[in-house]
């Protein structure tokens, strides 16, 4: 009744005055429903923003999401001219089909530096199973302190790859313990076989001091190695994120998504010092679709630094298939004494990220999908107390597992509304925020209505 007065009266333009207690109650009205409109479209805006939201939105394979925050560096050609890496910073650079690019690094000798390069292959491009990208550290005399490199593997499914460079500070090391100028490199590994085309890259730069004081130099003898039964329970609905900058949070639990060939879904588990985490991937069936796709279910996990620790990968016949991780160790500082990879790579608290791969190759024989995807995580160990380190790490706090980053994992029971909530919380200029702004105004025009 009030809000066909106010429209009234405004339809009608002209005519008897509107009562100043009417006048204040219609510009609240009109203040509510301006408020009301924003609260929905920060919603949608939140809702778009939200890690594998954009891709579901489009139903199509979303491409790599690089950080916001990245900044822009050219790779250069020789050492002279090589742009500097800051740790505790996140950088896009482009790496084109043939020639080397350089990075240049300025090192204390008192920290672990880690370099993760991640190469994104154009989708439409073709790549072969040795093609993929090579990063090695080298120290100011062209010693390689480390080299590592990603292949595509026998899917030959261009997708987002990661190799892992390092200089590490260590008890009786000969090479790259001096402090100065060091060089990162990064190169195609087969450019001959790799497609034309530059790749974007993503580069991140982080460094870890040394523990205050020195303990065990040899890694763990022991640890449970059995692999434990994942999860069960009804899935719940979680959305992957398509980088690592935009890793959708999960603990243990069973999480839902939907899949399409060419599609990476990446998602990040918090793992205190001493947790162990175990994982798998199942691809749901075709209907009555039926063929071949070789190792097209592809399931990862990295570690804080972005370093690959542990991958799996398996073909697909259309009937419901699964994938999982082996059995790691709990996270460790000394496992980084272990001469096994594996297990060395579980030498940081912090952020791990279980990335998901459906090869595009799969569209062939089963279509575009998607294809229905189930998360299966577990968590084991205890926490404890990790090193008491002699400075900060760049960035800061990237080797612990903080209250903010517990919070923003989701029960396994399924607080969706509690979901909802952290969502809007996340979204910059919060929904509640501008239904605050929408309250207040309403509140003062009621105000002048009751003087009035």
């Known amino acids: 009744m009030r809000g066909r007065r106010c429209g009234a009266r405004r339809r009608a333009g002209a005519g008897r005055a509107r009562p100043a207690g009417l006048t204040a109650v219609c510009s609240a009205t009109a203040a509510l429903t301006t408020a009301a409109a924003l609260v929905t479209t920060a919603a949608l805006i939140t809702v778009a923003a939200l890690p594998g939201g954009a891709a579901l939105a489009a139903g199509a394979p979303a491409g790599y999401a690089f950080a916001d925050d990245a900044r822009r560096i050219d790779g250069a050609t020789s050492t002279s001219d090589a742009a500097p890496l800051e740790p505790g910073a996140t950088y896009r650079s482009s790496l084109p089909r043939n020639g080397t690019l350089y990075y240049r690094l300025e090192l204390d000798a008192a920290s672990d530096a880690h370099v993760a390069v991640t190469a994104v292959p154009g989708a439409a491009g073709k790549v072969t199973a040795v093609d993929g990208v090579r990063v090695s550290v080298q120290d100011a005399d062209g010693a390689a302190c480390s080299s590592d490199s990603a292949t595509f593997g026998a899917a030959r499914s261009p997708r987002p790859v990661t190799a892992w460079g390092l200089r590490e500070i260590g008890p009786g090391g000969s090479r790259c313990q001096d402090p100065g100028t060091y060089y990162v ?174 090869a595009a190759q799969a569209t062939g024989d089963f279509g575009e999908g998607p294809f229905g995807l189930t998360l299966r995580v577990r968590l084991g160990g205890a926490s404890q107390a990790g090193p008491d380190y002699a400075g900060e790490s760049r960035p800061e706090g990237v080797f612990e597992v903080s209250a903010a980053d517990r919070a923003a994992v989701p029960e396994a029971s399924g607080d969706t509304d509690g979901l909802a909530l952290k969502a809007v919380a996340v979204g910059g200029i919060g929904t509640g925020s501008v239904l605050l702004l929408g309250l207040g105004v309403w509140t003062a025009a009621a105000r002048r209505s009751r003087g009035a």
């Not at 040899?218 to 609905?237: C, I, N």
């Not at 009555?288 to 799996?312: C, F, I, K, M, Q």
């Not at 096994?340 to 459906?358: I, W």
């Open 185 to 358: 490199t990064v190169e195609r590994t087969r450019p001959e076989d790799s497609p034309p085309g530059a790749w974007d890259l993503e580069l991140t730069a982080v460094t870890e001091p040394r523990p205050e004081q020195t303990g065990e130099t040899t890694a763990p003898e022991s640890w449970d190695s059995a692999s434990p039964e994942p999860p069960t329970g009804a899935p719940e609905r979680r959305p992957g994120g398509s980088g690592f900058a935009h890793a959708t949070p999960v603990g243990q639990g069973t999480w839902r998504d939907d899949i399409r060939p060419g599609q990476t879904l990446f998602y990040k588990v918090p793992l205190d010092w001493g947790r162990q985490v175990y994982a798998t991937a199942e691809l749901g069936g075709s209907g009555d679709r039926s063929g071949y796709a070789t190792s097209a279910l592809r399931l990862a996990l990295h570690n804080p630094v972005r370093g690959e620790v542990d991958d799996a990968a398996k073909g697909y016949t259309g009937r419901q298939t699964t994938v999982g991780l082996s059995p790691l160790p709990p996270v460790d500082y000394a496992n980084r004494y272990d001469t096994d990879g594996q297990v060395a790579a579980m030498r940081f608290a912090g952020d791990y990220y279980l990335v998901v791969h459906l």
